[in-house]
């Protein structure tokens, strides 16, 4: 289920383009803005945990899940060139969970990885607070890399579907209306920040048994369902 073909051009293909500057930009606004906090506050673990909370895991790491994940096989819809990769003797549900692991990989890199060194500027992960964070943005960048994929599988506006769900409905609506946090990702990670940092710094509106339910389901039907509709894609002459 692993093709290390497949993996190397998904991984030139989202690192070697325009939207490798995107994938590099938010990470480093998210540090620059921990430094900002940290020398014109100080060490804080309220603010700590609004900053990751408020811009790392509502903001970021839904936008880096947006284009990791449709960049990891829209591009090649789009443009036509995914027919050179059908033609191949390669299982198109193997094409797709190389391609999600290719995304998970980057969406991990450039969404865990920076909110833990913000987390460590911001308060030197008192209170568990980088940590808890850290895990947050790593188990959602697995749900949002499956989800966007299967976006850039089913649509040809996968960035603008993906656009709408990351800022309207996780950070505007989700923040909004309390029913909608159920059907939200970030809450689902959020439940196991809770859990890790320290008591009232996170709060989620899903249960950490619920929220664990969600994050897996929610991924694996993403996949299989992405993985259904490559199988329906034929090349002419295809029976």
Same mark, same amino acid.
């Given at each position: ?29 998210? &540090? ?11 060490a804080d673990d309220s603010i700590a945990s609004s900053v990751l909370g408020g811009f ?16 990891? &096989? ?7 060139? &995914? ?12 094409? *797709?969970?190389?391609k999600l692991l290719v995304a998970i990989a980057v969406s991990v890199v450039f969404s865990?990885?920076?909110?833990? *060194?913000?987390?460590? *500027? ?18 959602? #960048? ?26 309207? %409905?996780? #950070?505007?609506i989700g923040s909004l209306v309390p029913g909608a946090r159920t059907l939200s990702v970030?809450? %689902? ?6 859990? *890790? ?34 199988? #329906? ?7």
């Open positions: 289920m692993f093709n290390p073909t497949v993996a190397r051009l998904t991984y030139r293909g989202l690192l070697g383009r325009r939207r490798a500057l995107v994938l590099f930009a938010l990470p480093a606004l998210l &540090i620059l803005i921990s430094v900002a906090v940290r020398v014109l506050v100080g790392a895991l509502a903001t970021m790491v839904p936008l880096v899940g947006v284009i990791a994940g449709t960049g990891a &096989i829209g591009p090649e819809i789009d443009d036509g060139s &995914i027919i050179y990769l059908l033609a191949k003797p390669v299982r198109r549900p193997t094409i *797709i969970v190389t865990a990885v920076p909110t833990l *060194i913000a987390g460590f *500027i911001l308060n030197g992960n008192s209170q568990g607070i980088a940590v808890a964070f850290t895990a947050a943005a790593a188990v959602a #960048s697995v749900t949002y890399a499956a989800i966007f994929l299967l976006l850039g599988v089913v649509t040809r506006q996968a960035v603008v579907f993906g656009l709408v769900y990351a800022l309207i %409905w996780e #950070s505007l970030q809450q %689902w990670a959020l439940a196991l920040a809770q859990k *890790i940092a320290g008591e009232g710094l996170v709060t989620s509106d899903v249960g950490l048994p619920l929220a664990v339910v969600l994050l897996v389901g929610v991924t694996l039907a993403a996949t299989a369902f992405a993985g259904q509709r490559m199988r #329906s894609l034929t090349l002419a002459g295809e029976e």
